[in-house]
């Protein structure tokens, strides 16, 4: 029931007609019942209305969470933990060439032929006067046998002179003891006299023929040897040029003919040639310390040194053509490899030549008196502990601690710390 407390609103206003209406709200016997017409249902939004307040709410602290997870990380600079050679630090100049054999041949026959046999292929190690090929040698070696049959033939000659020079020896003896008893005559001594004489002449004929003789067999033998194709000094074959079946000539002047069979390479004769512009000769010297890179063998640093100069220059590219050789061979090394050589100012060790971990100076940081780095995983600072090295150059070497590939803030505050939440800077 309500009570009404008399108070005077002022007429027209909205109080006074919330007054009426509560009212006439109160007079019962106005209200009515309509039999006659279905009740209204009204739309059940209830749930709708729930959903959404949820989904606001939900939004509204996704947004405070994230705007206190911004507030909450630091912005930092980062730096990948990488490789350096300390070689780096001390190079005064780079050059590029390629890898040469010192000692490298074509070996070809001297003689004209068909290749009769071929005993190597690309890769076969071979030694200084070992038979690689032969050509067809029928007809020098028939040559050759003949030489033969004309020396025993130029033997027996001798031995018939040499015979012949005994008898008239004989002979002359006997006349001038018969001579000085008056026995014969002058002209019978002096016929036995120019039988001996001749006799001494044929037998200096037959000694120049086995001469003669023995001269053509050594050229036969050397006929015989010019087809057969050696290795003229310990190495290794690169390329074969020729199949059994080829013709070979000196200088390949036939169509289809070749003139090398094979070529080879002595490996312990493999140096760099690498061309310097000549503004930079300066800093190149006989001996100076270098350290070479093969494309093929990335991973791996050789040492080298300065062997020569070439006394000439370019003059289409101003180039001089600098050769350097390899201090330790490796046999992975190969003939036309690409190089990449850095000349030093200073030898290397055996521990510089391999490569180290570093990091820039700014990258380290004390925390409780020892050096540490602050290492980014899972968008977090992580404190490591670290051993330091020598300095490279802009860099500072790290012996344990690091590997590389980690990624490390640069210039870190003193609000950085262990398990903070940090973000990059773009």
């Not at 493999?270 to 000549?278: G, I, M, N, P, R």
């Not at 093969?294 to 000439?312: W, Y």
């Not at 780095?373 to 860099?395: H, L, S």
Request: glycine share 6%; aromatic share 4%.
């Amino acid at each position: 029931m309500l009570k009404w407390i008399p108070y005077p609103a002022p007429a027209g206003t909205e109080c006074e007609r919330i007054l009426v209406s509560v009212q006439e709200m109160t007079d019962i016997s106005k209200l009515t019942i309509e039999r006659n017409t279905p009740p209204t249902q009204k739309p059940r939004r209830s749930g709708f209305v729930l959903y959404s307040i949820v989904g606001v709410v939900l939004l509204a602290l996704l947004y405070v969470g994230f705007r206190l997870w911004l507030q909450s990380s630091v912005s930092v600079t980062s730096f990948t933990v990488t490789q350096a050679y300390p070689s780096q630090s001390i190079t005064q100049l780079n050059a590029t060439g390629y890898v040469v054999a010192q000692r490298k041949a074509a070996v070809a026959s001297k003689a004209t032929g068909r290749l009769e046999w071929l005993g190597v292929r690309e890769g076969s190690i071979v030694k200084s006067g070992q038979v690689l090929a032969r050509l067809e040698n029928q007809d020098v070696l028939a040559t050759r046998e003949q030489a033969d049959a004309n020396i025993l033939l130029s033997k027996a000659n001798l031995e018939q002179a040499q015979s012949e020079l005994k008898e008239s020896q004989r002979a002359f003896d006997r006349s001038r003891d018969l001579l000085a008893k008056r026995a014969v005559s002058e002209a019978s001594h002096d016929s036995a006299q120019a039988r001996l004489e001749k006799a001494r002449a044929a037998v200096t004929g037959a000694e120049a023929s086995i001469a003669v003789a023995l001269a053509n067999r050594h050229a036969a033998e050397v006929a015989v040897e010019q087809t057969q194709i050696r290795a003229p000094f310990d190495g290794v074959v690169l390329t074969k040029n020729a199949n059994v079946g080829d013709v070979i000539t000196p200088f390949s002047s036939a169509l289809g003919s070749q003139a090398a069979v094979v070529t080879m390479a002595d490996m312990s004769t493999l140096e760099v040639e690498a061309d310097v512009s000549e503004s930079n000769l300066s800093q190149v010297l006989v001996g100076q310390p270098c350290e070479i890179q093969l494309d093929a063998i990335p991973k791996v640093r050789f040492s080298g040194e300065v062997l020569r100069l070439v006394p000439t220059v370019d003059r289409a590219k101003a180039t001089v053509m600098v050769k350097i050789r390899f201090i330790h061979p490796d046999k992975k090394i190969l003939p036309e490899m690409s190089a990449k050589v850095a000349f030093l100012s200073q030898p290397l060790s055996v521990a510089d030549q391999s490569a180290q971990v570093v990091v820039p100076p700014e990258a380290l940081t004390q925390r409780e008196g020892r050096p540490v780095v602050f290492v980014i995983r899972e968008g977090k600072a992580v404190q490591t502990p670290i051993e330091t090295g020598p300095r490279m150059g802009n860099w500072v070497s790290i012996r344990s601690g690091l590997t590389p590939g980690q990624s490390v803030i640069v210039s870190p505050s003193d609000s950085v710390r262990d398990g903070l939440r940090v973000s990059l800077k773009k």
